[in-house]
Nanobody
Framework: QVQLVESGGGLVQAGGSLRLSCATS????????MGWFRQAPGKEREFVSA????????VYADSVKGRFTISRDNGKNTVFLQMNSLKPEDTAVYYC?????????????????????WGQGTQVTVSS
């Protein structure tokens, strides 16, 4: 069993930045693709970004492309989401997720059903 714990959320003004972290424990996440999703009140959970196990492949939702950057440190079993130029519409609970499979492609990693394990989420609030 893998445990995922997100941190780094908070309240920030529009235009500001936050860096989310997702630490994994249990079985190593080193060989697994990881993703970030978010869920705003009254809305479905949506894809934000994902990264392959080696870090060589990344994919982003159009709404965050150019503002968010995903990265990982396999030595620390941690995945990061650097969020810059935040907007009020980025307000949501952010979840990290782990895919135990070995495949990766844009469409595959954007699919919420691809992921096997989920964290509890961290709240991000962007004020206008």
């Amino acid at each position: 069993q893998v445990q995922l714990v997100e941190s780094g959320g908070g309240l920030v003004q529009a235009g500001g930045s936050l860096r989310l972290s997702c630490a994994t424990s249990g079985r190593t996440s080193r060989n697994y693709s990881m993703g970030w999703f978010r869920q705003a009140p009254g809305k479905e959970r949506e894809f934000v970004s994902a990264i392959s196990w080696s870090g060589s492949f990344t994919v982003y939702a159009d709404s965050v492309k150019g503002r968010f950057t995903i990265s990982r440190d396999n030595g620390k079993n941690t995945v990061f989401l650097q969020m810059n130029s935040l907007k009020p519409e980025d307000t949501a609970v952010y979840y990290c997720a782990l895919d135990r499979g070995t495949s990766f492609s844009g469409s595959y990693l954007q699919n919420i059903h691809t992921y096997d394990d989920w964290g509890q989420g961290t709240q991000v609030t962007v004020s206008s």
